[in-house]
């Protein structure tokens, strides 16, 4: 903890120098797990990189202390060798503590613990003056920091709940032939005590796969664990479809729904390897001359985890024609959404996974079903990621057309991404800033960026005039994967300690 404090008082220092003068500064994480485009800037910043381990895991109250930088893989990873798990992890290996917290974050678990915050019970944070004070669950400043992201404070602790881990998810897999059937289907999933854990895949209007995941230490002794970590390994995504393309399917439950049995971290970051199935874009971008199979997908594997398609994308410039939006909806509406996207988008699989709803205010999104008025506990979040238009102004349009259809269905936007909304639209949708402000002023951070001020992209501004490099294709793409290589992260992935190595080999 003397590290951690000297660090911390490092980065107070910095910050009390700035509020003397009023100027507004950027923080450096180190990483970045956001696609909207990186902005050029010479706002001066904060580096807090440094604060990445995880200090303490106390198997006697299932708690750790984990610094803000912390990526879900080690921080997992570290957990696990007390027997404990997050409630909520990330699907991502490389999303951090801080991220899950200051953002938004929600995965298969949180229809029943909800956002990753919510599994939080303390925050220490450097104020906007330079003070250096914790906040508890269920306090202002903790609350309004949850999704903030990063304009009351910066985060520098984080005290986390944890749960016994168990060895295996067992994975079940429910076709279902219509878009009302899938949320149905989710719905209710959600209200069996044996699952925890509930997603969906929807890859086209009469194909959609409802995931199921219960924690158990027991697995049938014929049954070979499922794995997704390893080069020959299938996508995740893939093997869903494959699971539910045919009546003849192997390895079934007694009642012949598809069974898996997933290692653990195997099962959380089960997305990793395609980014879901964002990675095969990155083939098409080569418009066929890379064949999409598993043998391309195993001698290119390096390049295909999340954090080397995020550092693709940046470097590219290629984040700013692909659409990415994850979107709270009531289930109530989902369905005439999904309809829209397929109509006016043309993207598919979408993910789905339901979400426990934060009380307000909050910058979580929440929804209001326009059907009936009411708010339920329950929001259904659909993942829509895909190629937009190449055209700025029609990929512009597309985006705005998808947030106004979002905002008569009665759902809401997560912030990670591409925001459009005017100032007047945005406050408007949280019930005004009147919350917001108190807090800002309160805590001595108004000089700072608001929220709108660091989510939303300026339609009006001159697009910054791209190097020659990411406006040729396929150079461009070329330069993506050797900033990646450049990088170096595909070795976190190749030495990760979660894999599965075998029964009695390590979780």
């Not at 003397?2 to 700035?18: E, F, G, K, L, T």
């Not at 990526?71 to 992890?89: F, I, N």
């Not at 951070?445 to 490099?469: C, F, I, R, T």
């Not at 992260?489 to 979660?498: F, G, K, T, V």
Request: with cysteine; net charge positive; aromatic share 14%.
């Amino acid at each position: 903890m003397d590290r951690h404090a000297q660090s911390v008082s490092r980065i107070a220092a910095s910050i009390q120098s700035y509020f003397a003068t009023r100027s507004p500064y950027r923080i450096f994480h180190g990483s970045t797990n956001s696609t909207r485009p990186t902005r050029s800037s010479k706002t001066p910043q904060i580096d807090i990189s440094v604060l990445k381990n995880v200090l303490s895991v106390e198997k006697s109250t299932k708690t750790c202390l984990v610094e803000p930088n912390v990526p879900m893989d080690k921080l997992v990873e570290a957990t696990l060798r007390h027997g404990l798990v997050p409630p909520v992890v990330m699907e991502f290996p490389g999303i951090t503590a801080g991220g899950g917290y200051a953002g938004t974050a929600g995965e298969s678990s949180s229809f029943r613990h909800g956002f990753f915050d919510d599994t939080v019970r303390r925050v220490e944070m450097v104020l906007a003056d330079g003070r250096v004070v914790d906040a508890s669950k269920g306090e202002e400043l903790f609350k309004g920091g949850a999704g903030a992201v990063g304009t009351l404070g910066v985060t520098t602790l984080l005290e986390v709940q944890l749960m016994e881990a168990k060895k295996f998810v067992k994975t079940r897999y429910r076709r279902t032939n219509s878009v009302a059937e899938a949320v149905q289907a989710v719905r209710e999933e959600t209200q069996k005590r044996e699952n925890d854990y509930v997603d969906g895949i929807l890859f086209s209007k009469d194909h959609g796969v409802i995931i199921t995941g219960e924690l158990t230490d027991e697995k049938p002794a014929e049954t070979k664990p499922q794995t997704f970590s390893g080069p020959w390994d299938p996508w995740f995504y893939l093997h869903a479809k494959d699971k539910t393309s045919s009546a003849m399917t192997t390895r079934t439950g007694a009642d012949g729904v598809p069974t898996d049995y997933i290692p653990l971290a195997e099962y959380f970051f089960r997305y990793d390897r395609g980014g879901f199935w964002v990675g095969h874009a990155a083939f098409e971008y080569f418009k066929g001359t890379v064949p999409f199979n598993k043998y391309t997908r195993w001698f290119l594997d390096d390049f295909l985890h999340t954090r080397m398609l995020y550092r693709a994308l940046h470097a590219s410039g290629e984040s700013a024609k692909f659409m990415v939006q994850d979107i709270a909806m009531p289930f109530d509406t989902t369905e005439e959404f999904v309809n829209y996207t397929a109509e006016h988008t043309g993207i598919w699989p979408l993910w789905l996974c339901p979400l426990k709803r934060s009380p307000r205010p909050t910058f979580h999104p929440f929804t209001t079903s326009p059907k009936t008025g009411t708010q339920d506990e329950m929001m259904l979040n659909v993942g829509l990621w895909g190629w937009g238009p190449s055209n700025r102004a029609e990929f512009v349009k597309k985006n705005r057309e998808v947030e106004q259809k979002v905002r008569e269905l009665g759902g809401m936007k997560w912030l990670y991404a591409h925001t459009y909304y005017d100032q007047d639209e945005f406050w408007g949708m949280y019930g005004g800033r009147e919350w917001y402000d108190m807090l800002r002023t309160k805590y001595k951070a108004n000089h700072l960026p608001s929220v709108w001020d660091k989510v939303h992209v300026d339609v009006n501004k001159k697009e910054e005039k791209q190097s020659w490099v990411k406006r040729i294709w396929p150079v461009a793409g070329f330069y993506g994967i050797y900033k990646g290589i450049k990088s170096g992260d595909y070795w976190l992935h190749r030495n990760a300690e979660w894999k599965w190595k075998g029964e009695g080999k390590g979780k």
